[in-house]
């Protein structure tokens, strides 16, 4: 087998593979394990090919820790406390809860604001610790201004964004 080198490879074009197995391919990396210091003088058990035109880029260990000013390690370390992962934690968790709530347990504290197509509320459901916005739009304002199209294209921006307080 190879010793680890230390490196990291991003396939700028084709595909990285071992034998029948893609390990990465066009816009993908390979070998970030092999910059963790526990892997450190580890040998592995195949060499791995660039198939066709395969352009990659190599970067060295040491040039990526200057580029994110640490360890791989130390990087990794800090995003396990990171807001974003926090955030996600809460928005699948808000997910979970928007699934079992219902428009009749809702109280409304305040208007938060209005626009052309409706009001924003802030509301609670009673049972959870969590304020939602919600969106208040007339059934008849929508059919009357043909706002149908509009609005499934809003929410529809908001699913492929994977915005986190859609329901």
């Given at each position: 087998?190879?010793?680890?080198?230390?490196?990291?490879?991003?396939?700028?074009?084709?595909?990285?593979?071992?034998?029948?197995?893609?390990?990465?391919?066009?816009?993908?990396?390979?070998?970030?394990?092999?910059?963790?210091?526990?892997?450190?003088?580890?040998?592995?058990?195949?060499?791995?090919?660039?198939?066709?035109?395969?352009?990659?880029?190599?970067?060295?260990q040491g040039?990526?820790?200057?580029?994110?000013?640490?360890?791989?390690?130390?990087?990794?370390?800090?995003?396990?406390?990171?807001?974003?992962?926090?955030?996600?934690?809460?928005?699948?968790?808000?997910?979970?809860?928007?699934?079992?709530?219902?428009?009749?347990?809702?109280?409304?504290?305040?208007?938060?604001?209005?626009?052309?197509?409706?009001?924003?509320?802030?509301?609670?459901?009673?049972?959870?610790?969590?304020f939602f916005?919600?969106?208040?739009?007339?059934?008849?304002?929508?059919?009357?201004?043909?706002?149908?199209?509009?609005?499934?294209?809003?929410?529809?921006?908001?699913?492929?964004?994977?915005?986190?307080?859609?329901?």
């Open positions: 087998g190879s010793k680890c080198n230390k490196q990291i490879f991003i396939v700028v074009e084709g595909a990285i593979r071992k034998g029948s197995q893609t390990l990465a391919k066009k816009g993908e990396m390979y070998g970030s394990d092999f910059l963790l210091e526990s892997n450190a003088g580890k040998t592995y058990d195949a060499d791995v090919v660039a198939e066709g035109n395969c352009v990659i880029t190599v970067f060295d040039i990526l820790n200057k580029i994110i000013g640490q360890s791989l390690e130390a990087a990794l370390k800090k995003a396990e406390n990171s807001h974003e992962k926090k955030m996600m934690n809460i928005t699948s968790e808000m997910k979970e809860i928007s699934s079992k709530l219902e428009l009749k347990d809702l109280i409304n504290y305040k208007k938060l604001g209005f626009g052309q197509f409706g009001s924003v509320y802030l509301v609670k459901h009673p049972q959870y610790q969590y916005a919600l969106k208040c739009v007339s059934k008849q304002q929508v059919v009357e201004q043909s706002l149908e199209k509009h609005l499934q294209q809003e929410k529809g921006v908001l699913e492929v964004v994977n915005f986190p307080f859609i329901m």
